[in-house]
């Protein structure tokens, strides 16, 4: 991929053409490592979200609302481990892009998709869980496995069309605009006019993260409420009816998907800030930093579902020890020590 000119030290992207990027040189042991690592981590990427994908789809069970939006999150973050971070690394380890102009453009359409997809599934969470809180006896009537699905698919065509929109209306696929600003051969520039900029802004920045924390700043008040009730109906010795058990459950609930909301705000949000400052303020470590904790986040996730949910972690068993290819294994209850609605 890379040749070593007549002098032995500068070596370029493509050697033939006057205007290639210079390729940066390393040893061969730090390319072992570089690509070993980023190999490992895609493949378990790529596993561990298949594992997710696999067991809410085999196990009937777990075929709720709720988890349906788990899903969708799953699958964007198994796209993920399968093709952005084997290009991403490298990208990272060549410092050279081989991959074509037209390529660029839509390796950013899917770099954007899944940044809104994220983003806007998160927003469905916060949504769903807001309802269940509010409404826990009546949440089965409001929220079906239709309207979830309706809304899946309405988030994913969303998306598409505007990532693909965005990187169209900035003439990613048209090499003369990159020539014209100087950039080199075997670079993918990401190139923003101010007007996309701001719309982008809002669009796929500020307002899904504003609703995100006003539906959750709501949720944990309702909870703190609701909270409050129950601890003084335990404390007048009264028993709980099945409407009290019932919020205990979705605040329950309700925790768990706030953390892992949480925890892809905390990786994505700073990613796109570094984005909205033109790749020009933040040195490129702290840049390479930002980006591969959002990449990671991906392979982070399935670990936080097994740890907050035992329902996971028995679906898992039942993957590995290819329990699932037993005649009926998907009727299996897989909520023996847990409510069906975590």
């Known amino acids: 991929m890379a040749y070593k000119t007549e002098d032995h030290e500068t070596q370029y992207c493509f050697p033939a053409i006057n205007s290639s990027c210079i390729k940066t040189k390393r040893s061969t042991y730090e390319y072992n490592i570089m690509y070993v690592f980023f190999s490992l981590l895609s493949v378990w990427t790529v596993f561990m979200n298949l594992l997710v994908i696999i067991s809410i789809s085999h196990f009937k069970k777990l075929h709720t609302p709720t988890n349906m939006l788990i899903l969708s999150l799953a699958v964007s973050d ?3 481990g399968l093709i952005a971070i084997p290009i991403e690394a490298i990208k990272l380890i060549e410092m050279c892009w081989y991959f074509g102009d037209i390529f660029c453009g839509l390796f950013v359409i899917f770099l954007g998709l899944f940044l809104s997809l994220s983003l806007s599934t998160s927003v469905l969470i916060a949504l769903d869980r807001l309802i269940a ?6 949440y089965t009537q409001k929220i079906t496995m ?3 699905l309706v809304a899946v698919f309405l988030s994913w065509f969303y998306s598409s069309a505007y990532n693909t929109s965005f990187v169209v209306g900035n003439g ?5 605009t990159l020539k014209s600003l100087g950039v080199c051969y075997g670079e993918c520039t990401f190139i923003i006019s101010f007007g996309w900029r701001l719309i982008d802004l809002f669009v796929t920045f500020l307002f899904p993260c504003i609703t995100i924390i006003i539906l959750y700043m709501k949720i944990f008040y309702v909870v703190h409420q609701q909270v ?3 601890n003084s109906l335990v404390k007048r ?10 919020r205990k459950t979705e605040h329950k609930a309700a925790l768990t998907l706030g953390i892992i909301v949480a925890i892809h705000l905390l990786c994505y949000i700073p990613v796109y800030i570094f984005s909205l400052t033109g790749n020009t303020v933040i040195p490129e470590t702290t840049a390479n930093f ?4 959002m990449y990671m986040n991906s392979s982070v996730n399935p670990l936080v579902y097994a ?7 028995k679906a898992l068993k039942h993957i590995i020890t290819l329990k699932i290819f037993r005649p009926a294994s998907s009727l299996v209850d897989i909520f023996t020590t847990v409510p069906a609605s975590v």
């Open 146 to 148: 239709t309207k979830s």
């Open 290 to 293: 930002l980006t591969w904790t």
């Open 307 to 313: 740890f907050f949910y035992p329902w996971f972690r």
């Open 133 to 138: 809180v509010n409404y826990p006896l009546l």
């Open 78 to 80: 198994l796209f993920i």
């Open 228 to 230: 409050k009730i129950i």
């Open 237 to 246: 010795g009264k028993h709980l009816t099945e409407g009290s058990v019932k």
């Open 172 to 176: 990613y696929f048209d090499p003369n």
